[in-house]
T-cell receptor, first 118, second 116 residues
Framework: EPEVTQTPSHQVTQMGQEVILRCVPI?????FYWYRQILGQKVEFLVS????????KSEIFDDQFSVERPDGSNFTLKIRSTKLEDSAMYFC????????????????FGPGTRLTVL | AQSVTQPDIHITVSEGASLELRCNYS??????LFWYVQSPGQGLQLLLK??????LVQGIKGFEAEFKRSQSSFNLRKPSVHWSDAAEYFC??????????????FGKGTLLTVNP
């Protein structure tokens, strides 16, 4: 069964450094998402991406964050200058479509990347 | 704004006992509702979903959930719990309200412990 994959599984970085988290969505999916889960808190939406542009983003997704689909398979989340509060589990998800604009389709999640900022 | 409440942070049941995990949502239009499960060190696995139609939906691993619009609830049930069901369970809502067709809003999760 196809699945979303993410690399690395764990990333440790120093505050102020740039990190890139990588995801390979399910191959025939068209919509891509990033979520994060700070330890002990709920899973929070960051951004959705379709047709090479952001379709929706949350207030968390500020100028320090960017997303890119550099080729036909990868989907990346970049944090330009990491802060201590960026430490979290970051989940990538993908969906086939959004029901023709009628609503959220089923999103399939990857295993996550645990980011630790020191 | 959409929101999800899972009132129970932690539930402990004995193996073989029945299970019900509660989920209440707030959403301004027709909600699309999901239950995901997260085992330690794993990602979020979809258990089941409700988009429309029959309000009782069946999922994987013997789980089912019932959508009750009047109560704004989408509770997850299983008649007989197995030790392998121990995990954290997340309820989520998405939909087509206000142009926000993309994001899922999650509850804080319910951690399920299964006693032998």
């Amino acid at each position: 069964e196809p699945e979303v994959t993410q690399t690395p599984s764990h990333q440790v970085t120093q505050m102020g450094q740039e990190v890139i988290l990588r995801c390979v969505p399910i191959s025939n999916h068209l919509y891509f998402y990033w979520y994060r889960q700070i330890l002990g808190q709920k899973v929070e939406f960051l951004v959705s991406f379709y047709n090479n542009e952001i379709s929706e983003k949350s207030e968390i997704f500020d100028d320090q964050f960017s997303v890119e689909r550099p080729d036909g398979s990868n989907f990346t989340l970049k944090i330009r200058s990491t802060k201590l509060e960026d430490s979290a589990m970051y989940f990538c998800a993908s969906s086939v479509w959004t029901s023709g604009g009628l609503g959220t389709d089923t999103q399939y999640f990857g295993p996550g990347t645990r980011l630790t900022v020191l | 704004a959409q929101s999800v409440t899972q009132p129970d942070i932690h539930i402990t049941v004995s193996e073989g006992a029945s299970l019900e995990l509660r989920c209440n949502y707030s959403y301004g239009a027709t909600p699309y509702l999901f239950w995901y499960v997260q085992s330690p060190g794993q990602g979020l696995q979809l258990l089941l979903k409700y988009f429309s139609g029959d309000t009782l939906v069946q999922g994987i691993k013997g789980f089912e959930a019932e959508f009750k619009r009047s109560q704004s609830s989408f509770n997850l049930r299983k008649p007989s719990v197995h030790w392998s069901d121990a995990a954290e369970y997340f309820c989520a809502v998405g939909g087509n309200s206000g142009g926000s067709n993309y994001k899922l809003t999650f509850g804080k999760g319910t951690l399920l412990t299964v006693n032998p």
